[in-house]
């Protein structure tokens, strides 16, 4: 396979991050990846190395500091950047908004300077469907208002408007803003996958933790939303799925210039419940729950209008629910600890 260009992924050890690394190097390119391990593991790099037989440079650093990022595009031939690097817990967030602020912002505004210095103009970003706020409307189109009820949110709506901005101010940018509805699941392999710190947050990685015996039960957060059983409906997505619209993004906004924003999910909602009974039936595990108090802050149901990614990128998810639930038990099955189990044998 012709080598394509090189790409700098930056939270290239993280979750998101890994998958894009693994897709982008089995599609030919030659991913180069800045982390500053806050949230990761740098034995995801290497088992993307095992699975590809790629060597992927690695750079162990803080996407903040312009003057650390420079020498990396002096070294390589850097023709597009995927900045999956940030803060990403809601909760947290509300707690720490400095610490998102900066972490969040700072980072982008220092790799676009860098990015304008070294004259690289291809840029994907990490948005999310938190931008949509309590939409009004179901499936949501990217022409759906954005409002932020939390500083990540916040975060997030801010860097797509210094990113329109920034578009606007030379002729040469292409910048993408993909806005990701639920990203679970791992990869087929089960090397690599989602390995939260502490308590997850979210419910596949809940789910997998108690199906593992490392939680007694899983907590569903209300029942009385006005969905078809009463819990929180989302739009799941496999994270293989999800890697494969970054490279999609890149192949079409490189003939683009301009700022450009999709919505990647399946455009299908399921409740937790749904997710329950879905996880139970692919792995055979029996998943207890019981019933709480909502979490303050969800939404009772938010999935994607998905039609612009398909006739514009001509991307759209392959894997449902029943390959996302095999994939995140196969992934946590394989690794009860996470990358922790690679760290001490
Ligand atoms: P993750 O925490 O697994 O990955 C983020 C990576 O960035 C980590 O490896 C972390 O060590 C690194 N990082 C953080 N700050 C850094 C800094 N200043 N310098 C260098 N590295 C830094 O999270 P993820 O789930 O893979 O999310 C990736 C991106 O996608 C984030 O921007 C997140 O906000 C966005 N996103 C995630 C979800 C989701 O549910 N996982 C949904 C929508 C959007
Ligand atoms: C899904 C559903 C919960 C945990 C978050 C961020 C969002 C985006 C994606 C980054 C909801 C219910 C959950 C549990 C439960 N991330 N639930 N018990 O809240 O849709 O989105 O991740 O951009 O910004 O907010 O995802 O996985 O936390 O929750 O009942 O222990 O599962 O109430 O209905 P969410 P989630």
């Known amino acids: 396979m012709t080598k394509k260009e090189s790409i700098l992924v930056t939270g290239g050890a993280g979750y998101i991050g890994s998958h894009t690394v693994l897709e982008l190097a089995q599609q030919g390119y030659n991913p180069i990846v800045v982390d500053n391990l806050s949230n990761s593991s740098l034995e995801s790099i290497r088992r993307i190395e095992e699975l590809t037989d790629a060597t992927i440079p690695f750079y162990e650093l803080d996407v903040v500091h312009p003057e650390s990022l420079h020498p990396i595009f002096y070294e390589q031939p850097i ?3 995927i900045h999956f690097a940030a803060f990403k817990a809601v909760g947290e967030s509300v707690e720490k908004p400095l ?22 103009s291809q840029f994907v970003f990490s ?17 759906a208002p ?25 002729s040469g940018w292409s910048i993408t803003n993909l806005r990701y509805f639920n990203p679970v699941g791992a990869h087929p392999s ?6 939260p710190s502490g308590i997850p947050n979210n419910l596949m990685p809940y789910i997998t933790q108690v199906a593992v015996g490392t939680r007694p039960f899983l907590r569903v957060f209300g029942d009385t939303y006005p969905t078809h059983d009463g819990t929180g409906v989302r739009d799941y997505i496999h994270v293989v799925d999800l890697a494969k619209g970054h490279v999609a993004a890149l192949e079409y906004q490189k003939a683009k210039p301009g700022v ?11 409740s937790v419940l749904d997710v329950v009974k879905a996880f139970e039936r692919a792995t055979g595990k029996s998943i207890p729950y019981e019933i709480v108090e909502a979490r303050p802050g969800d939404v009772a149901e938010a999935y994607a209008d998905t039609s612009k990614a398909s006739t514009i990128l001509h991307w759209s998810a ?3 629910l029943d390959e996302m639930c095999r994939d995140a038990w196969n992934w946590q099955s394989k690794n009860p600890h996470g990358y922790e189990d690679a760290r001490s044998v």
């Open 146 to 170: 954005v409002s932020a009820v939390n500083p990540y949110g916040q975060t997030k709506l801010m860097s797509e408007i210094i990113l329109r901005d920034v578009a606007q101010s030379r």
């Open 260 to 270: 450009h924003t999709f919505n990647l999910g399946t455009g299908k909602g399921s």
């Open 318 to 320: 392959e894997f449902g």
């Open 79 to 81: 023709e597009g950047v």
């Open 99 to 120: 610490a998102y602020y900066q972490n969040n912002l700072e980072g982008l505004f220092s790799l676009l300077q860098v990015m304008d210095q070294h004259d690289v």
């Open 190 to 195: 089960g090397r690599i996958g989602e390995d």
């Open 127 to 143: 948005s999310s469907c938190t931008v949509y706020g309590d939409a009004e409307v179901v499936p949501i189109p990217e022409t």
